[in-house]
């Protein structure tokens, strides 16, 4: 296995495991929140696009730790905004 690979899983996990509660609450929140109605499709409109279009959506990669570093930051200030 590739060293990408495992950080890729290991940061996943990471995830996961920090943002647990708020994980575990988005199934009620679904179903009380007329805002969060659309969560359960998000999978499978992935996976479409994932299916029908890969080829347009691999034809390049790379890795671009400056955008993943700003999306996660990004990410985490609005958390931390938001639940304040």
Do not use: C
Not at 4 to 19: R, T, V
Not at 49 to 76: H, M, P, Q, V
């Amino acid at each position: 296995m590739k060293p990408k690979h495992i950080f890729f899983a290991a940061f996943s996990l990471g995830l996961y495991g920090l943002f647990f509660i708020l994980l575990k609450q988005t199934p009620q929140n679904d179903l009380t929140h007329h805002t969060f109605t659309h969560l359960p499709l998000i999978p499978f409109i992935s996976a479409f696009f994932l299916l029908f279009d890969r080829k347009a959506i691999f034809s390049e990669t790379g890795n671009s730790y400056r955008a993943g570093i700003a999306a996660a930051l990004g990410g985490i200030t609005g958390l931390i905004v938001s639940s304040g």
